[in-house]
């Protein structure tokens, strides 16, 4: 700044020298230059310096002198702390961005102050570090060379990139390991780092045809970083390599008469070049005859040999031809092999079966070794190809013999079943012995028929059969059906039916008739429950043959009880016979005094013989009670002055069937004063001991019986257990209560069976007129329901 004296007069003189002072100052503050320096990528917030104590700046004026940072760039990577004067990093801070190319790079900014105004220059040097891998332009480098290349030649690759710089940049290269090719380092006038594929080692494209490198360029940093491209090499063919044959030589059978056309050999010769260098064409050398050459043909392009005329193994038996395999390279190399054909005379005659006798149908009893058939064979042809062999399938019951030169038998071998198999096709195969292959052969086939015999008895489908029949069925129709089959046929498999009256009990198949066609059994007269329970006879049935056979079966019969008899009152009785009796009871009875019993008995059984007892009338209902399954009758409480003297009641005694049927009986009860009652009752006491005297002598004999008859059962069903297999198990004991059925159910094997016998049930006695026989019942319970039958 030039300011000139006179400017300036008198009293300003002390103005121009301060303004003069003052300028010069800010000239000089501005000019002088503050130098840091930083690594790049340093962390947001990272102090680069104390830019006030660097300045010499008084921390506590900061914030009052307004201290702004001003960077000569884009972006505000840095600023300054207001509270303590530091200057720290705003943005992460990337030197290859900021300086690109360059090598040495500078972030310049001022620092400004104001009141007074302040201007101080910063400048920020920004170090490299390795934060960058090198890398290549292209990740693979693809590569075309000959396999004649001579050793040495040198191939120019593309160099690796590396943004960092100095010993961070690029240092040197590798390759993977391989036999024919290296590296050599080059370093160009700016100090990048290139490398060259050299060959060190001839190439051979039969041997690899592609050779796949890895070229590494590594940097100088700590640590160091690299980067990496496939290097592909591809080698191309040339013609080094003649066409081979898989053999030098070829030895073929062929059979005379083999159709024009017909392919003989295909001869394969190989190169191991590619592209035209291997395609291959096929010829006759001139060592070849013309009378080869005319009898077979050559495919040049595929090398296949065919028949190109008509063969004959008596015109000429041995062709020799050489073959030549030559490639289509510029200069075409060629390879050669020698063929020789022999022809073989052909097996052209069918051998001839002829069947002199045969015999069908046969019977299923012929003898074993019965002849059947003679079958006659003969071959035109000579030699081996006119020898023959004969034979059947080894699964029939049939075999060959020979009985003569070319004459054979067929015999019965195994004995014959026509209920198994009852017809046989028999195929007889001859077979030339041909020279050649395959041999020729001949066929012819014969139906054999087996005839029956009568030599299968009928068999029932049941043995024994159970059926069931319920009481009082209808004369004449039919109860139940049995069915036998025979697997003989026709007259020996019909079946007729008829009763085993010999063996039989007469007097139960004098009322039973049988169909002899179908085995219906017919009952001609009405089965009665309470007086047969069971019974069984036997069947014959045979067949229609001659001589006939036949089986006989057992048929057990169990006849099923039906609600058809009606309750029999037995006390009490009136002279007259009507059930109605006189019962005297004194009037100072307690409730609950017994007045009389009601005695009754059903000949049916089970839920058909179950009586259950009810008042159906009575005169008054508050002083007298029945009960239901015993008869009693009581009193339900004391007499009064006032009750009457004489009561009537009415009882039902009813049975448990479907339809039940039920009877009544009549008690007049009299109400008399004790004198009078026990006069009365000595009367009444030796009248009722006489007339029950007769009842009990009967119930007795009868409960005898009874009790015979159960221990009897007892002692049968124990024989039974000990004799037969341990699966019999007796079951547990069934009591049906107000029933006259005592019963005992046992098992024998996979069977159930119920051993029934008349009891007493309870305010009952037992059925006059029961002959006491026990009934086997078996027991066939229904396994998913628990039904017992």
Not at 56 to 79: E, F, W
Not at 313 to 336: C, H, P, Q, V, W
Request: one cysteine or more.
């Amino acid at each position: 700044i030039i300011v000139k004296e006179s400017c300036f007069l008198g009293s300003h003189r002390q103005q121009y020298v301060a303004t003069l002072l003052l300028l010069s100052a800010l000239v000089y503050m501005a000019s002088s230059v503050t130098h840091y320096s930083i690594q790049e990528e340093m962390e947001v917030g990272s102090v680069v310096a104390n830019l006030a104590a660097d300045l010499g700046i008084d921390v506590q004026t900061l914030g009052r002198r307004k201290i702004r940072l001003d960077i000569l760039a884009n972006k505000k990577y840095l600023d300054v702390n207001k509270d303590s004067g530091d200057l720290f990093i705003l943005e992460r801070i990337d030197r290859e961005y900021l300086c690109i190319s360059k090598t040495v790079c500078y972030l310049k900014m001022e620092v400004i102050l104001e009141n007074p105004v302040r201007i101080f220059n910063i400048e920020l040097e920004i170090m490299d570090i390795n934060d960058n891998a090198p890398y290549f332009r292209r990740d693979t480098i693809n590569l075309d060379v000959s396999e004649s290349t001579a050793v040495g030649e040198r191939f120019s690759l593309s160099n690796a990139v590396d943004p960092d710089i100095g010993s961070n940049s690029i240092k040197s290269y590798h390759l993977s390991e391989s036999a024919n090719f290296d590296i050599e380092i080059q370093t160009g006038r700016d100090g990048s780092k290139f490398a060259d594929l050299i060959l060190k080692k001839a190439l051979d494209r039969e041997e690899q045809a592609i050779h796949n490198l890895i070229l590494t360029a590594v940097d100088g940093g700590v640590p160091a970083r690299s980067g990496t491209a496939s290097i592909i090499v591809r080698v191309l063919d040339t013609n080094d390599n003649a066409p081979q044959f898989d053999k030098d030589s070829y030895t073929i059978n062929l059979t005379e008469n083999s159709p024009i056309g017909s392919l003989v050999v295909k001869l394969n010769a190989t190169d191991r070049d590619e592209g035209s260098n291997s395609d291959i064409t096929y010829s006759f050398s001139l060592y070849t005859s013309e009378k080869t050459q005319t009898t077979f043909e050559l495919k040049p392009d595929s090398g296949e040999i065919r028949v190109k005329e008509m063969i004959n193994y008596e015109d000429f038996r041995i062709y020799d031809m050489e073959i030549i395999a030559t490639d289509k390279g510029a200069n075409s190399l060629s390879g050669k092999c020698k063929v020789k054909i022999l022809i073989t005379d052909m097996n052209d005659n069918h051998p001839e079966i002829s069947i002199k006798s045969f015999s069908s149908p046969v019977k299923e009893d012929i003898a074993v070794n019965t002849v059947i058939a003679v079958v006659s064979v003969s071959d035109k042809d000579s030699g081996e190809n006119g020898q023959v062999d004969i034979h059947i399938s080894e699964d029939l019951p049939f075999a060959l013999k020979e009985s003569s030169d070319n004459y054979y038998e067929l015999l019965v071998s195994e004995p014959l079943d026509r209920e198994k198999v009852p017809e046989y096709d028999i195929t007889i195969t001859v077979t030339d012995r041909d020279l050649g292959t395959p041999s020729l052969t001949s066929t012819r086939s014969i139906h054999v028929d087996v005839t029956d015999v009568n030599d299968n008895s009928p068999t029932f489908a049941q043995n024994p059969y159970t059926f069931y029949v319920v009481e009082n069925n209808k004369p004449g129709i039919a109860v139940f059906s049995l069915n036998a089959s025979d697997i003989d046929e026709g007259e020996n498999a019909r079946v007729s039916y008829s009763i085993d009256r010999i063996n039989s009990d007469q007097t139960m198949t004098s009322f039973l008739s049988i169909n002899e066609a179908n085995g219906t059994v017919y009952s001609l007269k009405s089965f009665d429950f309470e007086s047969l329970k069971t019974f069984k006879f036997f069947v014959v049935a045979k067949d229609s043959g001659t001589p006939s056979l036949s089986s006989n079966v057992t048929v057990n019969v169990f006849i099923l009880d039906q609600n058809d008899n009606v309750p029999v009152i037995l006390y009490p009785v009136s002279a007259n016979g009507s059930a109605e009796g006189v019962e005297e009871i004194p009037r100072n009875v307690n409730a609950g005094h017994l007045v009389t019993k009601v005695r009754a008995y059903d000949a049916d059984i089970g839920y058909n013989g179950w009586l259950l007892f009810s008042l159906q009338e009575v005169s008054d209902h508050s002083l007298f009670g029945l009960d239901r399954y015993t008869g009693q009758i009581r009193t339900l409480r004391s007499f009064t002055e006032t009750d009457e003297a004489l009561h009537k009641l009415i009882i039902l005694v009813k049975d448990n069937g479907n339809v039940s049927l039920s009877a009544t009986a009549t008690v007049i009860v009299k109400v008399v004063e004790p004198k009078e009652a026990f006069a009365a009752s000595d009367v009444k006491n030796a009248v009722k001991d006489e007339d029950e005297n007769n009842v009990t002598f009967y119930l007795i004999i009868t409960l005898g019986s009874v009790a015979v008859l159960f221990v009897i059962s007892i002692i049968v069903l124990i024989v039974m257990q000990c004799s037969k297999s341990t699966d019999s198990k007796y079951l547990q004991d069934t009591n049906y209560d107000g029933t006259l059925c005592h019963s005992i159910q046992y098992r024998s094997g996979d069977k159930r069976y119920m051993l029934v016998g008349p009891r007493m049930s309870i305010g009952s006695t037992i059925v006059p007129g029961s002959n006491g026989n026990t009934l086997v019942i078996p027991d066939r319970r229904r396994r998913d329901s628990g039904e017992v039958r």
